[in-house]
């Protein structure tokens, strides 16, 4: 079997084995499964003489050592973490992410002596603190309820909650530098967004832009779920691709290809720090280096494996991720239905090749393809299903990346003089207030409300559409002479 | 020749910018009436007035950011320019929200009656209009703004009572008169400086911002016969700690002669003044406001 099919398999029987025990299934449970598939590979590889069996066979030990891992993870985590729950304590931290300004203030902060871990602070709007504040709380820090809540949290390594404690700040500064700078740059934009247009528009906008949802309103955020146009502001593959695109022409003219390459990654991993380094946003970003890389060095890309060892590589980061973040779980599901049922849809439906205005069918194609693989999903977690979802997105997907780069060129024209950013400033509100209007229309029909996904039923669902997709995948040549 | 597909696009858009900008021209024409919005922002002031001309004068923001929601439905959204924005006395039921109101809008000037705040947040305050650039205007008793045909008095405070150990009563008293209504802005003032008003000027008017949110230590029996207005409206926030606003003040109020409207149950209050005429409309209760 060739090194890259093993890296592959290797790396996909790790996350499956991550994922189990994540779930909740015991060690030696695992172990068993993992020995029993170890053995059924070698019967059926020495009888079928296949020599990638048996390699299967081996690489079963895999299963074991991503639910070691997790396990590890997870102990270490446990040990790291001191704090007091459930009294009034004197506490003091610092603020370590990008804090969340909605109606109040949620900060995450990791503690300073003598307690250890972070915890997720929520304040009243007024005084602000900013990251890398050292602040002194009085108040009580307690465990997150419920337990899907807390699992929620724990992969963002936060084990406690303290709601509205007396705050003081101690002292500024204590963040890294770098961080530091680009959440500068963030706050800038975002406030060059609110000085143009109106709350709304500029949360929308934040939003598409800089995945930076904190500001909606709960109509808002409702509108976008019963549409099924959540992930338009939930950063991925699309404004990663937007960006490389966008450094890629403009810089081809002046510098060196080399340089060039390396410019583009520096600045793909700003844009992932400054936006708060998202599931979607990490996943995306790793994708288009690795294919990036693979462009550069001058080897065919393998999607199979670029995505595989994407998912690998965030997952060794953080083994939580894979059964516990929604976002990581969505943002894959949805660009292997872009990247499998998408042209399989095509097929069906007998699209033609071009694109169309405004890209329409491919914009169908791919919505079509990605709703098909998140659906389960969304059900499991949400309980709904949005019907008017493909409607919606075809009438508004055409025009974010427009609406996108308009808004960075108003940021930047903004941070030169407020006067240049205008103007962009009324284009911007034309494209936003369709945009918004379209949501709000589809929103207010109710989505389907499916009481509860069996798990049975949700793997033969995605069995079905994996057959789909395969039926699809390659007509032969009958079929064109018909 | 045939035109590339990003061309017709471009024309596209460029049309449609055209149209709105034209649209704007065309129909947004400045206002000929006057119009109080007596916004609701929770347990807290704050009074959009909008003057014959298209001048707009903030007074009070609320706590929080709700003034921000407020002003939205209010304001045409291309409109992110305020003339004015009047602090009435730095306490955080009235100056939180011009926080948010000094990021988003540009201001002319920021009025305030010089005294500082003790509350946490007013630093923030202090650093938004730094950072702003908006200048800064102090006001006292005897001072006066003229828009056009309307003008506003400044009623009070003295240099004295803006010094006193009492922030309330440094409030600032404005007794606007526009389109032949006259409204008096009362900020959170008692009793004392209540009295003090009636002694010193003739504050008849025919909307009053009912002070200090309906408590009952203001709203005295003697001012309000001679304010006797037609409307009062009260910044209260649903199911407050206080008890505003208090029921002898609405008792008082009612004896005065006055239709009461409160910001809690009638949402944000709308009056306005046209050829003579006097409209109150209530743009009802907007999504709940969550603490």
Redesign the interface.
């Known amino acids: 079997m060739r090194l890259h099919d093993i890296a592959f398999y290797a790396a996909g029987f790790f996350l499956v084995g991550v994922f189990l025990f994540s779930s909740g299934l015991s060690f030696s449970f695992i172990v068993a499964a993992a020995a029993f598939l170890g053995v059924i590979f070698l019967f059926l590889g020495s009888f079928a003489r296949a020599k990638r069996l048996l390699w299967l066979a081996g690489l079963s030990l895999l299963f074991v050592l991503g639910a070691f891992y997790t396990a590890a993870f997870v102990r270490l985590a446990e040990k790291r973490m001191y704090i007091t729950f459930g009294e009034q304590i004197t506490f003091s931290g610092i603020v370590v992410q990008y804090p969340e300004r909605g109606r109040g203030q949620r900060l995450v902060v990791r503690l300073a002596e003598p307690y250890a871990g972070e915890v997720l602070a929520q304040l009243r709007p007024f005084p602000e603190f900013s990251y890398g504040d050292k602040i002194r709380f009085e108040g009580v820090i307690r465990k997150p309820e419920p337990e899907q809540y807390a699992r929620h949290l724990l992969k963002d390594g936060i084990s406690g909650i303290s709601t509205f404690p007396r705050a003081d700040l101690v002292s500024s500064g204590n963040g890294s530098r770098v961080r530091q700078a680009l959440f500068a740059v963030k706050r800038e934009t975002l406030r060059i967004f609110e000085r143009i247009l109106p709350s709304e528009e500029a949360a929308f906008l934040s939003g598409i832009t800089l995945g930076e949802r904190s500001g909606f309103s709960t109509e808002l955020t409702a509108a976008l779920a019963a549409s099924g146009t959540t992930h338009l502001v939930a950063l991925s593959g699309y404004n990663i691709s937007l960006l490389v695109v966008a450094i890629r022409k403009s810089l081809g003219r002046v510098v060196a290809r080399r340089v060039a390459f390396f410019l583009t990654l520096a600045l793909i991993a700003g844009f992932v720090v400054m936006t708060g380094a998202a599931a979607s946003v990490v996943r995306a970003a790793l994708m288009g280096t690795v294919l990036l890389l693979a462009q550069e060095v001058g080897r065919p890309s393998s999607f199979r494996n670029a995505i595989t060892l994407t998912a690998f590589g965030m997952v060794l980061a953080n083994p939580l991720l894979a059964r516990f973040d929604i976002g990581f779980q969505l943002s894959f599901l949805s660009l292997l239905g872009i990247t499998y049922a998408a042209p399989a849809v095509k097929r069906a439906l007998r699209l033609k090749d071009d694109p169309g205005i405004l890209a329409w069918r491919e914009n169908l194609m791919a919505t079509i393809g990605a709703q098909l693989a998140v659906s389960p999903l969304l059900i499991l977690y949400f309980g709904t299903l949005p019907l008017t979802a493909v409607a919606a997105n075809m009438l508004v997907i055409a025009f974010v990346p427009w609406t996108m780069t308009a808004g960075f060129l108003a940021a930047g024209a903004g941070m030169l003089s407020e006067y240049l950013a205008i103007p962009a400033g009324w284009l911007l509100h034309l494209l936003l207030a369709y945009e918004l209007s379209v949501i709000r229309f589809f929103g207010q029909f109710p989505a389907l409300s499916i009481a509860s996904l069996y798990l049975p039923a949700a793997l033969f669902y995605y069995a079905i559409l994996a057959f789909f997709v395969a039926a699809y995948a390659r007509r032969p040549a009958r079929d064109v002479l018909r | 020749m045939r035109i590339p597909r990003w061309m017709t696009s471009f024309l596209i858009?460029f049309l449609?910018?055209d149209l709105?900008?034209w649209g704007a021209i065309l129909f947004g024409g400045p206002a000929k009436a006057t119009t109080l919005y007596f916004l609701d922002v929770g347990q807290g002031d704050s009074q959009f007035i909008e003057l014959p001309g298209g001048a707009q004068v903030l007074v009070d923001a609320g706590p929080?950011?709700g003034v921000?929601?407020e002003l939205?439905r209010v304001?045409k959204?291309?409109d992110?320019y305020i003339d004015l924005v009047l602090l009435t006395h730095p306490q955080m039921d009235h100056f939180?929200g011009f926080?948010e109101v000094l990021?988003?809008?540009?201001v002319g000037a920021f009025i305030s009656n010089g005294a500082r705040g003790t509350a946490?947040?007013f630093?923030?305050l202090e650093q938004a209009v730094r950072e702003s650039g908006v200048p800064i205007v102090v006001l006292g008793e005897g001072d006066r703004i003229r828009i056009g045909e309307s003008r506003m008095d400044v009623l009070s405070p003295s240099p004295e009572l803006v010094l006193s150990n009492e922030p309330n009563d440094g409030a600032i008293v404005l007794l606007l008169e526009s389109n032949g209504m006259r409204s008096l802005f009362t900020g959170d003032i008692g009793a004392a400086v209540e009295e003090r008003i009636v002694n010193r000027y003739n504050i008849r008017s025919d909307a009053l911002k009912v002070a200090h949110h309906g408590s009952r230590f203001s709203s005295s029996r003697e001012f309000l016969a001679e304010v006797a207005p037609a409307v009062a409206v009260i910044g209260v926030g649903h199911s407050n700690t206080y008890g505003h606003p208090a029921p002898e003040t609405l008792s008082r109020l009612t004896a005065a002669g006055a239709r009461i409207f409160r910001t809690d149950k009638d949402g944000t209050v709308r009056v306005t003044a046209k050829d003579g005429k006097l409209t109150v409309s209530k743009t009802g209760k907007g999504?709940p406001l969550?603490?």
């Open positions: 858009g449609l910018l709105f900008v929080g950011k921000i929601r939205d304001l959204s291309t992110r939180e926080i990021r988003r809008y540009r946490k947040s630093s923030n999504p969550r603490e």
